[in-house]
């Protein structure tokens, strides 16, 4: 099903629409969590007439089962005459099973509904500063938490059923005190229903099968995993969730999953307990191919769009892969007429990017517009010479001018901030924010200029994602040469400067076959890396195994001396700490595909770089060895 966040009408209607549809074929629907009210809705679950929209529609979906199949369903409940640790009226994330328009009651909580125990506060996910669980229940109960995970006895086509029912994370246990799961398989359900509300991350769907089919057969009985679809956001993330609803038998192994993105209804019959072992296990892809990153993208983005009420978007085109990939991607779901791309080209910019831009629009076939931004530059240098800033008493001054660094990011704010901002205004339309994860990791991309847009929609990606997805995107995508041969073989570069003359072999200071995984310790690794660790490495010999370079990196050629190495490394993180913070916390919305996003998934704060003791010692040492 596909959920709407903050639209409990338009998702309620959604299943009442099925439970009609289905009202005399299926004697169970299932729906996913928080179905109703969405998920990731920020503050939105303290505005009470919110809860009691939510509310109305459960009792209507409850009401409903009148005429129709049984349902269970995910939803946010209220308890209005207690308040919880935020002061406000007690919430839960529960399930309400019902049948014969009234909701079952919980065996032993003694409610018409069901709670979550195990609220997951890492990541993306903040529960535990909504909702309350059946762990702390259970202290003001005075009675075990796990009194409260019991299976259902319910009457289902005739028959007598234990049912048991449990909310995503609680099947996610294992890094977890408690333990949902076994306690659910120490009471026998003959069948168990997960309801969820999981994004997708890449490798995601091959761990749901791996978590999942061991649970089944911890359970020894089938195991339904009920997904959402659609996409939903904490502002600064967006995450796309793939449904992949599947069902397992009693040993673990797959019978059905629905396609990925896909609304639709499954109607599976299962036989219950051992009679439910399946012939064959499913054959799936590899735990991670691009494929479903791009899969991810294009929905991603495809769907932003529709939420913002938008068709139109405007992409700076530079030559680059970057660039080239983003408006490929665009143009898979946008029309020739909705989709504009813009060159805009100053003196440094070679001829060669030049025409590798124009022949990419002419290969997807849209609206394309080159904009030479030099008449401006010149007006902004000529505004600049002599340029003196006074106190009023004259006593305090200075000079200004626009040079070097400085010079560069003008040219990137004339393009971002003033040239694609006018464009997109005046098509109708917004413009993306082309910037990758590893230019994301260090801010290298300037303020207003290239950190700017409406999306960065690939800015979940390394640099060797970006060029993987670009191929991915000729060879099974498209089926043909959309994005030109050259954009895979130019040096990446920014053309701000002669310095970055890409006709020299001139480009960006970044060598990302290493420097994509040196930023992936920093942001991504489970235990993530610091310059202590990384230094470490190095000096024993073993930083090519532990950032899992490519063989085709060379670090002794990168790095002729441990002082090579070391200014290196404290470059990057010195930036990754410092600035490149400040232009994060300002960036565009980041459509999400890895286990550690920037914004809301990759949680920091505004100080500097600071280095351990441990280090320290480390680098003198390194440092009087290297005399």
């Avoid at 998702?11 to 729906?31: G, P, Q």
């Avoid at 019978?255 to 051992?274: F, R, S």
């Avoid at 076939?365 to 030479?372: A, D, N, Q, W």
């Amino acid at each position: 099903m596909q959920v709407h966040p903050g639209e409990p009408a338009r998702n309620a209607e959604t299943m009442l629409r099925w439970m009609k549809e289905y009202r005399d074929s299926a004697d169970l629907l299932v729906f996913p969590e928080m179905c109703i009210p969405g998920y990731l809705l920020g503050d939105m679950w303290e505005r009470p007439a919110f809860l009691r929209e939510c509310e109305y529609w459960a009792t209507r979906i409850v009401e409903e089962t009148k005429s129709g199949p049984a349902v269970v369903f995910g939803t946010v409940v209220t308890d209005w005459n207690v308040k919880g640790e935020d002061g406000r009226a007690r919430k839960f994330n529960a399930w309400i099973a019902a049948s014969k328009g009234a909701a079952m009651e919980h065996p032993t909580l003694h409610r018409p509904y069901g709670i979550k125990t195990l609220l997951p506060n890492y990541r993306e996910f903040e529960d535990v500063r909504h909702f309350c669980d059946t762990r702390k229940l259970s202290l003001e109960l005075q009675k075990p938490w796990s009194d409260f995970v019991e299976p259902l006895n319910w009457n289902l086509t005739g028959e007598n059923f234990r049912v048991g029912i449990v909310l995503c994370e609680d099947a996610w246990e294992d890094d977890y005190a408690q333990k949902p799961m076994e306690v659910l398989a120490g009471k026998n359900p003959d069948f168990t229903l997960n309801l969820s509300s999981s994004p997708f991350t890449r490798g995601k769907n091959d761990k749901r099968h791996r978590v999942f089919g061991a649970k089944a057969r911890l359970l020894g009985a089938p195991l339904f995993y009920v997904n959402c679809t659609g996409i939903q956001n904490n502002a600064k993330t967006l995450y796309t969730f793939d449904g992949r609803s599947s069902v397992y038998d009693c040993d673990g192994v797959v019978l059905n999953e629905m396609p990925p993105y896909a609304e639709e209804v499954l109607i599976v019959d299962v036989p219950v307990g051992k009679a439910g072992r399946a012939s064959a296990q499913m054959k799936f892809p590899p735990p991670f191919s691009i494929g479903e990153v791009h899969h991810a993208i294009r929905y991603g983005a495809e769907k932003f769009l529709q939420s913002i009420n938008c068709r139109k978007v405007v992409v700076g085109i530079s030559g680059g892969i970057d660039s080239a990939v983003a408006a490929a991607v665009y143009r898979e779901f946008l029309k020739p007429e909705e989709l504009l791309l813009v060159n805009m080209p100053s003196r440094f910019n070679s001829e060669t990017t030049k025409n590798l831009a124009r022949t990419l629009a002419q290969n997807l076939g849209c609206l394309y517009l080159e904009l030479p931004i030099e008449e401006s530059l010149s007006v902004s240098q000529k505004q600049f010479q002599n340029l003196q800033a006074s106190s009023l008493d004259g006593k305090v001054k200075t000079n200004l001018s626009l040079e070097g660094v400085v010079f560069e990011n003008v040219q990137a704010r004339d393009r971002g901030a003033r040239l694609l901002a006018a464009i997109a205004a005046a098509f109708g339309g917004v413009f993306s924010c082309n910037t990758n994860k590893a230019e994301m990791t260090i801010g290298y991309g300037t303020l207003y200029g290239d950190i700017a847009g409406f999306l960065a929609v690939l800015g979940d990606l390394w640099k060797e994602d970006v060029y993987a997805l670009g191929r991915h995107l000729n060879t099974d995508v498209y089926e043909r040469e959309v994005i030109p041969e050259g954009i895979f073989t130019v040096v990446p570069s920014a053309e701000l400067s002669s310095n970055q003359s890409v006709d020299e072999g001139k480009g960006d200071p970044l060598h990302y076959p290493y420097h994509d995984r040196l930023f992936f310790a920093f942001v991504q690794r489970w235990n993530r890396a610091t310059p202590e660790d990384l230094l470490e490495w190095y000096l024993e010999g073993s930083l090519a195994n532990n950032l899992r370079l490519p063989e085709s990196v060379d670090t002794n050629l990168l790095f002729p001396t441990a002082q090579h190495f070391i200014a290196d490394l404290e470059r990057w993180w010195n930036l990754y700490n410092g600035i490149a913070v400040a232009k994060r916390v300002q960036a565009p919305p980041i459509l999400a595909v890895s286990s550690r996003a920037f914004g809301f998934d990759h949680r920091e704060f505004l100080g500097r770089p600071s280095y351990t003791q441990r280090y320290l010692e480390l680098k003198e040492k390194a440092l009087d060895d290297g005399k």
